[in-house]
């Protein structure tokens, strides 16, 4: 399948991918400051910009102030040079961002109605609903450059595979999904998208050592490393659902016992709440509990909004044992900044209070004076951002 950045040909075509890249990383540059960069004299970068401009990849953004009293002009990417669609799958929902080719957010969509499964029927299916869903928007599908798509579990970004969602050994969820959308995909795990999404546009901007707890139902982070997505040997790092931490005796889902997930995570909060209302206590669900013999965790997430004592003391345990997980990885990494997203980070008022307080009582002094626990700036948008975002660099990289 060949990328857009295919057109860009002739001798100047690897300056033209270098100044795309380096546009997409530091936003804007004189002349005289690209010249340097792609090691050509400025007469010459003059002409690759005057080509890049007439090609709709750049645009003169104005003049630089300068004290010496000459203003140059800068460059930096067009805006119109085509959108990139992000995608953040969830269990019968999807979250959809659609980012202009310079990273501002065009739309954004969530609970967007679908149920991806792990077959090609289902995946194509995905791609068609996604492809309404733009068609709604009127947005001219040949001018999406590339797709990035989130996905629970583990994913090897550079293969393609999903292990959620497994069509086979021999084809990988990516490739299905290029198929569907008739252009580049990129498949990460969703709580990197998120990471990403919030290091590029939320809270942790110039940061150097991240971590990002997506605490949904499940419990995921994304390591961000000096401005770099870290994945581990095989790709899957960022497992700390799964590390054994607590002594409860719990099966997780994944088989194990004790893993952080089964007491730090949305599955836990309501198993927490429900124990609570099969053990007498009272609540605002107490009757949908009696008479359906069920509630959601929205349902959980609506009552704490609404002060219900039984929801705001169950997730308060939630943020108690997850300052004991957070406290552990501050000890281990030393990060400039914790971020705290997901579903769960929208009852931020009854889950940090006890979240820090344990974080206080179990870190060491020194390892933690430097370091800064915030909740997440993008919410629920942060992984179709993310994913978004994170097409946009993968592809020019590899087309570079």
């Known amino acids: 399948m060949e990328s857009f950045l295919n057109d860009i040909s002739g001798r100047y075509a690897p300056m033209k991918k270098l100044i795309l890249n380096l546009c997409v990383n530091d936003g804007y540059f004189t002349l005289s400051e690209l010249s340097r960069e792609i090691g050509a004299s400025i007469p010459k970068t003059s002409r690759i910009i005057a080509e890049m401009i007439k090609e709709g990849y750049v645009i003169e953004m104005g003049k630089l102030d300068s004290a010496s009293g000459r203003h140059p002009s800068i460059y930096g990417l067009n805006p119109g040079a085509g959108y990139f669609v992000g995608i953040e799958v969830n269990a019968n929902t999807l979250n959809l961002a659609v980012t202009d080719f310079k990273g501002r957010i065009v739309d954004y969509t969530d609970r967007y109605p679908c149920r991806l499964e792990g077959t090609e029927e289902s995946v194509l299916h995905l791609c068609a609903t996604v492809r309404k869903y733009l068609d709604g928007l009127g947005i001219d599908q040949t001018r999406i450059r590339a797709y990035g798509v989130n996905l629970t579990g583990r994913v090897n970004h550079n293969t393609g595979f999903s292990y959620s969602y497994f069509i086979s050994e021999s084809r990988p969820i990516r490739d299905v999904l290029q198929e569907g959308f008739g252009g580049p995909v990129f498949v990460e795990n969703d709580s990197r998208g998120m990471a990403y999404g ?141 971020i705290i997203g997901g579903r769960l980070s929208a009852a931020e008022k009854y889950l940090m209070p006890p979240l820090n307080s344990t974080v206080n009582k179990l870190t060491l002094t020194l390892v933690n004076n430097d370091t800064t626990i915030k909740v997440s700036k993008l919410g629920k948008q942060a992984g179709a951002v993310g994913a978004s975002l994170l097409s946009k660099i993968r592809l020019l990289n590899q087309q570079a």
């Open 198 to 338: 919030e290091y590029v546009c939320g809270v942790a901007r110039d940061e150097g050592t991240i971590l990002f707890l997506n605490v949904g139902w499940g419990l995921g982070m994304g390591i961000i490393l000096d401005g770099q997505l870290f994945y581990g040997k095989s790709g899957f790092s960022g497992e700390v659902g799964h590390f054994p931490l607590l002594d409860n005796n719990r099966i997780c889902h994944c088989g194990k016992k004790g893993c952080t997930e089964t007491g730090a995570s949305g599955r836990a909060l309501h198993r927490i709440f429900t124990e609570k209302l099969k053990d007498g206590q009272t609540s605002c669900l107490s009757e949908k509990f009696r008479t359906t013999g069920n509630v959601s965790l929205e349902d959980i997430l609506e009552a704490i909004r609404e002060e219900d004592v039984t929801a705001i003391e169950s997730v308060e345990e939630v943020g108690a044992t997850l300052g004991r997980a957070i406290a552990g990885l501050i000890n281990i990494f030393n990060p400039d900044l914790v």
